[in-house]
C-alpha cells in the first residue's frame, strides 16, 4: 500500500495552529487503525506536518491521551483539544510583561523616559543600565519595543515613540540641475574624512521653518557628522543676511583660530539662504582675507546627503512642531533642547552622546 504525504514547508519558530492539530489528531487515529507493518513512523508524520521530528514528538506528548478500542485495551493517542488547552494555559501564564510586571520601579522609570525626556526605547535602556532597578530586570531594546506595541504600558503608547511606531523606506529619485555657480563647490569635492566621519569638525547646515503664516523666525541647525554634536540658532527670517549675521556672531565669540578649527568643512542645501558661499567662507575677523570654513553643496533634492541634519530635524520636531511659530521658543528653551539633543544616547554611536564622543576626540588631542 502506497502513502502520499502531503509535505509542507513551515515558517521557523511558528506554533501549530488549531487546524492542524486537529489535521495531526486524524493522522494519529488513522495510524492506530492499520496493521502494524503500515503504522506510520513518527518521523514520517513529521514530513507530513511540515514539522521537525522533534517538535512532532513534543506535540504529541502535549496531547497525550488514552482511549479504549473496541476489545477495551488501552491505545494512546493525540487530542487536538487537550494540545490546544495546554498550549493556552502555558502562553497565558508566560509573557514578558510578567517579567517587567513585578518591577514597578523599572516600569515608572522606563516611562518617565519616554514620555517625560522624550527618549527612544534605545536612549532609554542606555540610560537605565547602570540603574538597580534595571538590573533587577535587565531587558532588551527589542523586548521594550515588544511591551510598547502589545500596550502592557498605562502611559506609553507608540505615539510617544520618536518614530509613532512606523517606518516606511523613502523612494528616492535621481534629479540632475546644474548649479548656476560653477565656483561653488560640491559634496563631491568634499574631503574624505568629511565623508568617512573619521574627524571632528565637519558639519552640515539646515534651516528649520516656522508654519505658513506664523511668522518668519526660523532655526538654524548645524549638526557635526562625526559626533552629531548640534548647534541651534534662533534666527528672524530666512534669509542670506540672517545666516551670515548668526555665523560671524559665533566666530567673534569664539575667534577665528577656534572656529576654523572646529568648523573645516559645512554642508548644506541649495535654499537661497545658504547661496552666499563666499560670505559665508570670509572670516569677519581677519582682515588678511584668511578662510574660515569650506562651504559644499548637496545635489539638489538630495536630503539624504545631509542625513545627520535630517535625523537632528526629526527629533527636533518633538519638541517643536510642524506649523508651529518658532518666534515664541525662547533663547533659553532652544538652550534647553540643544542640551537634550547633545546629552542623548544614540544607537549610532554605540549608546554614547554627541557630548561624550566630542570629550573622547578631544582627550586624544590634549
Given at each position: 500500500?502506497?502513502?502520499?504525504?502531503?509535505?509542507?514547508?513551515?515558517?521557523?519558530?511558528?506554533?501549530?495552529?488549531?487546524?492542524?492539530?486537529?489535521?495531526?489528531?486524524?493522522?494519529?487515529?488513522?495510524?492506530?487503525?492499520?496493521?502494524?507493518?503500515?503504522?506510520?513512523?513518527?518521523?514520517?508524520?513529521?514530513?507530513?506536518?511540515?514539522?521537525?521530528?522533534?517538535?512532532?514528538?513534543?506535540?504529541?506528548?502535549?496531547?497525550?491521551?488514552?482511549?479504549?478500542?473496541?476489545?477495551?485495551?488501552?491505545?494512546?493517542?493525540?487530542?487536538?483539544?487537550?494540545?490546544?488547552?495546554?498550549?493556552?494555559?502555558?502562553?497565558?501564564?508566560?509573557?514578558?510583561?510578567?517579567?517587567?510586571?513585578?518591577?514597578?520601579?523599572?516600569?515608572?522609570?522606563?516611562?518617565?523616559?519616554?514620555?517625560?525626556?522624550?527618549?527612544?526605547?534605545?536612549?532609554?535602556?542606555?540610560?537605565?543600565?547602570?540603574?538597580?532597578?534595571?538590573?533587577?530586570?535587565?531587558?532588551?531594546?527589542?523586548?521594550?519595543?515588544?511591551?510598547?506595541?502589545?500596550?502592557?504600558?498605562?502611559?506609553?503608547?507608540?505615539?510617544?515613540?520618536?518614530?509613532?511606531?512606523?517606518?516606511?523606506?523613502?523612494?528616492?529619485?535621481?534629479?540632475?540641475?546644474?548649479?548656476?555657480?560653477?565656483?561653488?563647490?560640491?559634496?563631491?569635492?568634499?574631503?574624505?574624512?568629511?565623508?568617512?566621519?573619521?574627524?571632528?569638525?565637519?558639519?552640515?547646515?539646515?534651516?528649520?521653518e516656522s508654519g505658513r503664516g506664523k511668522g518668519r523666525a526660523c532655526l538654524l541647525v548645524l549638526a557635526e557628522r562625526r559626533s552629531r554634536e548640534t548647534l541651534l540658532f534662533k534666527l528672524r527670517s530666512q534669509s542670506q543676511k540672517e545666516v551670515q549675521r548668526q555665523l560671524d556672531q559665533f566666530e567673534k565669540k569664539i575667534g577665528i583660530k577656534r572656529f576654523r578649527t572646529m568648523f573645516k568643512s559645512i554642508t548644506v542645501d541649495n535654499g537661497s539662504e545658504f547661496l552666499d558661499w563666499r560670505?559665508?567662507?570670509?572670516?569677519?575677523?581677519?582682515?588678511?582675507?584668511?578662510?574660515?570654513?569650506?562651504?559644499?553643496?548637496?545635489?539638489?533634492?538630495?536630503?539624504?546627503?545631509?542625513?545627520?541634519?535630517?535625523?537632528?530635524?526629526?527629533?527636533?520636531?518633538?519638541?517643536?512642531?510642524?506649523?508651529?511659530?518658532?518666534?515664541?521658543?525662547?533663547?533659553?528653551?532652544?538652550?534647553?533642547?540643544?542640551?537634550?539633543?547633545?546629552?542623548?544616547?544614540?544607537?549610532?554611536?554605540?549608546?554614547?552622546?554627541?557630548?561624550?564622543?566630542?570629550?573622547?576626540?578631544?582627550?586624544?588631542?590634549?
Amino acid at each position: 500500500m502506497s502513502l502520499v504525504y502531503c509535505i509542507r514547508t513551515r515558517e521557523k519558530g511558528k506554533h501549530l495552529s488549531f487546524d492542524e492539530r486537529e489535521e495531526l489528531e486524524t493522522i494519529v487515529n488513522k495510524n492506530n487503525m492499520r496493521p502494524k507493518k503500515e503504522k506510520m513512523s513518527q518521523r514520517k508524520m513529521a514530513e507530513r506536518m511540515g514539522v521537525s521530528p522533534a517538535t512532532l514528538s513534543r506535540e504529541l506528548r502535549r496531547g497525550k491521551v488514552v482511549l479504549r478500542d473496541s476489545q477495551w485495551r488501552d491505545v494512546t493517542s493525540y487530542s487536538a483539544i487537550k494540545a490546544q488547552e495546554d498550549y493556552d494555559d502555558k502562553a497565558s501564564a508566560k509573557g514578558p510583561h510578567l517579567k517587567i510586571g513585578k518591577n514597578n520601579k523599572l516600569v515608572k522609570k522606563i516611562e518617565d523616559y519616554i514620555v517625560n525626556e522624550k527618549y527612544s526605547p534605545y536612549a532609554t535602556i542606555e540610560k537605565l543600565k547602570d540603574d538597580s532597578s534595571y538590573q533587577e530586570t535587565p531587558i532588551s531594546v527589542r523586548t521594550l519595543y515588544n511591551y510598547i506595541d502589545q500596550e502592557l504600558f498605562n502611559d506609553v503608547t507608540k505615539k510617544n515613540l520618536p518614530r509613532k511606531g512606523k517606518s516606511s523606506k523613502r523612494k528616492y529619485t535621481r534629479v540632475t540641475k546644474r548649479i548656476k555657480d560653477v565656483d561653488a563647490k560640491r559634496i563631491d569635492d568634499r574631503p574624505k574624512e568629511a565623508n568617512e566621519r573619521s574627524e571632528l569638525g565637519h558639519w552640515e547646515m539646515d534651516c528649520v521653518e516656522s508654519g505658513r503664516g506664523k511668522g518668519r523666525a526660523c532655526l538654524l541647525v548645524l549638526a557635526e557628522r562625526r559626533s552629531r554634536e548640534t548647534l541651534l540658532f534662533k534666527l528672524r527670517s530666512q534669509s542670506q543676511k540672517e545666516v551670515q549675521r548668526q555665523l560671524d556672531q559665533f566666530e567673534k565669540k569664539i575667534g577665528i583660530k577656534r572656529f576654523r578649527t572646529m568648523f573645516k568643512s559645512i554642508t548644506v542645501d541649495n535654499g537661497s539662504e545658504f547661496l552666499d558661499w563666499r560670505n559665508l567662507e570670509q572670516s569677519c575677523v581677519s582682515k588678511q582675507g584668511i578662510l574660515r570654513t569650506q562651504i559644499y553643496y548637496c545635489h539638489p533634492y538630495h536630503s539624504w546627503e545631509r542625513g545627520t541634519n535630517e535625523q537632528v530635524n526629526g527629533h527636533l520636531r518633538r519638541f517643536i512642531p510642524k506649523g508651529c511659530a518658532i518666534a515664541k521658543y525662547s533663547t533659553k528653551r532652544i538652550l534647553e533642547i540643544q542640551e537634550w539633543l547633545n546629552t542623548y544616547p544614540r544607537k549610532v554611536l554605540n549608546g554614547k552622546s554627541a557630548e561624550e564622543v566630542v570629550k573622547e576626540e578631544l582627550k586624544k588631542y590634549a
